[in-house]
């Protein structure tokens, strides 16, 4: 046995991130760690390298009992973590990387010639023939990883830890950093794998863990686990049900088409999907973690470039550079992360609430206060916002009430279209149901809503229609009569074979 | 998924710890410190000569340090301020003592060295927030290009030459009196008003808060990001060639080795001692008016009773370290 954690809990100013998690691995195996966001997969993971303390549990690695307090204790023991964003000196050569922090030295000097030829030397193992002497930001993202895999290497690594590897890989470097990982398994080297498409999990990994509310949930081998299981211990049944809002897709069919994507395509993350949005419904948008629903988004809202297929507003055909002209075209978006680019924390709720209409409530440039103020009351009324006054900062507020000034923010601009992203994440669940009914009763005005969301709960209870992304391309639709927690996974499951 | 318990919870009523009360009155506070302070001890401090002297010392610094307050505000800052006032303290002699071009009408000359030279540091003002926002430069960068080059450029328009001059026209703006203020105060006051009413009025002061509180979220609740900010560069060019020519009008004369020497660092810290922070999304104008009426009494204060300006540099840098230490705190808590 290589590692073995047992029983860990961790948690966060009495917010429970791990509870009780397991995880077993032998040498030389590659075990996938998969879950949902905020499932306890990075939790785990940082107090394996000695970033966080453990509250509870025991792990051993190599036969020991080990606590790791500082992640340079975790890296002596051997233990190589390799994060999404390759934490390399970017401007330094290949083989100072390597050797980053532990320089071979001849004299009293760094001895540049044995870091060349040592790098050279490990390199070769991986079949990799470059320049050791250009700076590592001259490479492209897959032999990046594989300097960092190499570094984890010299370093004598015993367990390498993965986190997303592939998820800025195309799909020739993906089978280059797989005969990577293959070879080092083949040496003895146990790793974890994080990833999310399962596709890749299938053809890298002998066993899999998943966790789901900072537990593990079902530990398997690959080979025994079919994909729909697998999702489905992944996501889980997590509320009791919520009130059925949807309505059955015949009613729907008349209504005119709003939005309309084909064929949409930017970059990696979107390959090409297919979406249409009606008059009056929502239409939901489910997938896995990186599936591209966020990213689909984006290229709505005109903060990513369509660089394939074509979009339709109302029947025109439109791309949008700024997210301005997508406003000015009537489409609104309440982004997934309301810290990141939602919120301006120092600015009072009236000033949240108005900051995509401005441009409407000013007479020769300044701001008609009158209005302003009767708006902003009338949403905080109507959509029911706990505050003090309208005039308290929204950072004071909770989730639930700012995720609601976020959502007046658009509605009081009177939209066509309205983007969910993860509309009830980190809020809870009287506020959750409270939301999605009144999504619906916009809907049920005439607003158009695309909805994104990880819970499944959620998408059948409000979704009219769910469109399901997989690896950046729409891979099923479902009308409400064909919607079911079975189809569903069936469909988010599906990979291209 | 965790689930914390948020609409049960009781709307808060906001408390004001020490810190917030100190780093909100804070400069008002020492301000009415230091007067008391000169009322006792320095002698004939209330006199209308005292006073006078001291806003005339402090015009220019509010000048600037307000343009610099709606830099500061989006997140950026303008180095380049106070080689700006050499620029367009450079250019203004130029044109009324027709070294030009020979200008017949008189008025029309001292109208053009009113009016070119504030256009010239706008133009400049463009440049630092295209380097800004079109080409991503950091601020700190982008803006030390002109702070170093825009003095380079006043010594070669006037070949390094002092110009001095007598022109009373020109001169109002620092040595005439409006209603018996000096007017260089009177436009200080009206500069700062009217960066007030637009910061607390308008769509675009409203915007620039945005653009510095969140500029991700500004930019997704349509708020045209690289606009606003090349528009604060450009004020604050504005602003800064303003505050040049009351400086030589003052002067009677003008040496671009001399105009605007270290006003970026008085202006920035009138800012910082009056409360906005230098990480964006504040503008407190009035903060900003009375952080460079402290510094400049505590110069006076010191100098008046007998301490040197050396060590009086000291207490500045002191002042500087003691209101961001206070906002800090203030913020964290």
């Known amino acids: 046995m290589l590692l073995s954690i047992q029983n860990l809990s961790k948690s966060f100013a009495g917010v429970a991130a791990l509870r009780g998690a397991s995880l077993e691995m032998a040498d030389g195996e590659i075990m996938a760690l998969v879950g949902q966001n905020g499932a306890g997969k990075s939790t785990l993971i940082k107090i394996l390298t000695g970033a966080y303390r453990l509250d509870e549990g025991q792990?051993?690695?190599?036969?020991?009992?080990?606590s790791f307090s500082s992640p340079a204790e975790s890296q002596k023991a051997g233990i190589a973590t390799i994060y999404q964003e390759i934490n390399l000196a970017a401007q330094r050569s290949v083989a100072e990387n390597i050797y980053l922090g532990r320089e071979p030295r001849r004299f009293g000097f760094l001895d540049h010639r044995g870091m060349r030829e040592g790098a050279r030397q490990v390199l070769q193992d991986f079949k990799l023939d470059i320049d050791v002497t250009r700076p590592v930001a001259h490479f492209n993202a897959a032999t990046r990883q594989m300097v960092a895999i190499a570094r984890s290497v010299t370093q004598q690594a015993k367990l390498l830890?993965?986190?997303?590897?592939?998820?800025?890989?195309?799909?020739?470097?993906?089978?280059?950093?797989?005969?990577?990982?293959?070879?080092?398994?083949?040496?003895?080297?146990?790793?974890?794998?994080?990833?999310?498409?399962?596709?890749?999990?299938?053809?890298?990994?002998?066993?899999?863990?998943?966790?789901?509310?900072?537990?593990?949930?079902?530990?398997?081998?690959?080979?025994?686990?079919?994909?729909?299981?697998?999702?489905?211990?992944?996501?889980?049944?997590?509320?009791?049900?919520?009130?059925?809002?949807?309505?059955?897709?015949?009613?729907?069919?008349?209504?005119?088409?709003?939005?309309?994507?084909?064929?949409?395509?930017?970059?990696?993350?979107?390959?090409?999907?297919?979406?249409?949005?009606?008059?009056?419904?929502?239409?939901?948008?489910?997938?896995?973690?990186?599936?591209?629903?966020?990213?689909?988004?984006?290229?709505?809202?005109?903060?990513?470039?369509?660089?394939?297929?074509?979009?339709?507003?109302?029947?025109?055909?439109?791309?949008?550079?700024?997210?301005?002209?997508?406003?000015?075209?009537?489409?609104?978006?309440?982004?997934?992360?309301?810290?990141?680019?939602?919120?301006?924390?120092?600015?009072?709720?009236?000033?949240?609430?108005?900051?995509?209409?401005?441009?409407?409530?000013?007479?020769?440039?300044?701001?008609?206060?009158?209005?302003?103020?009767?708006?902003?009351?009338?949403?905080?009324?109507a959509l029911r916002i706990k505050c003090a006054s309208a005039d308290q900062p929204i950072k004071e507020l909770s989730g639930g009430n700012q995720q609601k000034v976020l959502l007046a923010r658009w509605l009081c601009t009177d939209p066509k279209v309205l983007i969910v992203d993860e509309p009830t994440r980190g809020i809870d669940i009287g506020a959750k149901s409270e939301i999605l009914k009144l999504l619906r009763s916009l809907a049920d005005e005439g607003l158009s809503v695309l909805m994104i969301s990880s819970e499944l709960e959620e998408l059948l209870a409000a979704a009219d229609r769910i469109t399901v992304l997989s690896d950046g391309a729409s891979v099923a639709v479902l009308p409400r009569q064909a919607m079911s927690e079975k189809a569903l996974l069936a469909a988010m499951a599906h990979q291209v074979d | 998924m965790t689930i914390t318990d948020t609409s049960s919870a009781a709307p808060t009523v906001r408390k004001l710890s020490s810190l917030q009360l100190a780093s909100r009155y804070g400069t008002m506070l020492a301000l009415l410190l230091l007067i008391l302070f000169n009322l006792a001890m320095t002698p004939n401090f209330l006199s209308w000569q005292t006073v006078n002297v001291n806003l005339t010392q402090v015009a220019a610094i509010v000048i600037v340090a307000t343009g610099m307050t709606l830099v500061i505000a989006t997140g950026g800052i303008d180095l380049s301020v106070g080689s700006l006032m050499a620029i367009s303290g450079a250019v203004a002699p130029m044109i009324f003592l027709d070294t030009l071009v020979p200008i017949a009408d008189p008025v029309l000359a001292v109208a053009l060295a009113f009016v070119l030279p504030i256009l010239v540091t706008m133009a400049f003002g463009w440049f630092n927030g295209m380097l800004v926002t079109r080409y991503a430069i950091q601020p700190i960068v982008a803006t030390l290009v002109l702070f170093i080059a825009g003095r380079g450029i006043a010594q070669v328009i006037t070949n390094g030459n002092l110009q001095v001059f007598k022109n009373p026209g020109f001169q109002f703006i620092a040595m005439g009196?409006?209603?018996?203020?000096?007017?260089?105060?009177?436009?200080?006051?009206?500069?700062?008003?009217?960066?007030?009413?637009?910061?607390?009025?308008?769509?675009?002061?409203?915007?620039?808060?945005?653009?510095?509180?969140?500029?991700?979220?500004?930019?997704?609740?349509?708020?045209?990001?690289?606009?606003?900010?090349?528009?604060?560069?450009?004020?604050?060019?504005?602003?800064?060639?303003?505050?040049?020519?009351?400086?030589?009008?003052?002067?009677?004369?003008?040496?671009?080795?001399?105009?605007?020497?270290?006003?970026?660092?008085?202006?920035?810290?009138?800012?910082?001692?009056?409360?906005?922070?230098?990480?964006?999304?504040?503008?407190?104008?009035?903060?900003?008016?009375?952080?460079?009426?402290?510094?400049?009494?505590?110069?006076?204060?010191?100098?008046?009773?007998?301490?040197?300006?050396?060590?009086?540099?000291?207490?500045?840098?002191?002042?500087?370290?003691?209101?961001?230490?206070?906002?800090?705190?203030?913020?964290?808590?």
Request: aromatic share 4%; net charge positive; proline share 2%.
């Open chain 1, 161 to 381: 830890i993965m986190d997303e590897p592939t998820s800025s890989l195309d799909e020739r470097e993906v089978a280059v950093l797989f005969e990577t990982i293959r070879t080092l398994k083949r040496s003895g080297v146990g790793v974890i794998f994080i990833g999310h498409r399962l596709d890749e999990l299938y053809a890298l990994c002998n066993r899999v863990t998943i966790m789901r509310d900072g537990q593990t949930v079902a530990v398997g081998a690959m080979g025994d686990m079919p994909k729909m299981e697998l999702v489905r211990h992944m996501l889980g049944r997590e509320l009791a049900a919520f009130e059925a809002l949807g309505k059955s897709a015949d009613q729907q069919a008349e209504r005119p088409l709003r939005l309309e994507l084909q064929g949409a395509g930017s970059g990696l993350r979107v390959r090409n999907v297919d979406l249409t949005v009606r008059e009056g419904e929502i239409s939901g948008l489910a997938g896995l973690l990186g599936s591209g629903r966020s990213e689909t988004a984006r290229i709505i809202f005109g903060m990513d470039r369509l660089e394939r297929g074509t979009m339709r507003m109302s029947g025109a055909g439109r791309t949008y550079d700024e997210p301005a002209e997508a406003i000015a075209d009537g489409i609104g978006l309440v982004s997934e992360d309301r810290k990141v680019d939602g919120i301006v924390p120092d600015m009072s709720i009236r000033e949240n609430m108005t900051l995509a209409l401005l441009p409407k409530l000013r007479r020769a440039g300044i701001v008609d206060r009158a209005r302003e103020d009767e708006i902003v009351q009338r949403f905080i009324k």
């Open chain 1, 59 to 66: 792990i051993s690695f190599a036969g020991r009992d080990v």
């Open chain 2, 177 to 333: 009196q409006i209603a018996g203020i000096p007017a260089q105060v009177a436009l200080m006051l009206v500069v700062a008003a009217a960066a007030f009413a637009v910061m607390r009025y308008t769509m675009f002061g409203r915007q620039v808060l945005a653009v510095g509180g969140n500029e991700k979220a500004a930019r997704l609740a349509g708020i045209p990001v690289r606009r606003i900010k090349i528009l604060v560069y450009v004020i604050s060019g504005a602003l800064a060639g303003l505050a040049g020519l009351v400086v030589v009008a003052r002067n009677s004369a003008s040496d671009a080795n001399l105009v605007g020497l270290g006003m970026e660092l008085d202006a920035i810290a009138a800012v910082a001692v009056g409360g906005s922070l230098l990480s964006g999304g504040r503008a407190n104008i009035i903060g900003t008016l009375l952080g460079a009426l402290v510094i400049q009494l505590v110069r006076y204060t010191l100098l008046a009773n007998g301490v040197p300006d050396a060590a009086a540099l000291v207490v500045k840098a002191g002042l500087i370290v003691l209101a961001v230490y206070v906002q800090q705190r203030a913020d964290r808590s």
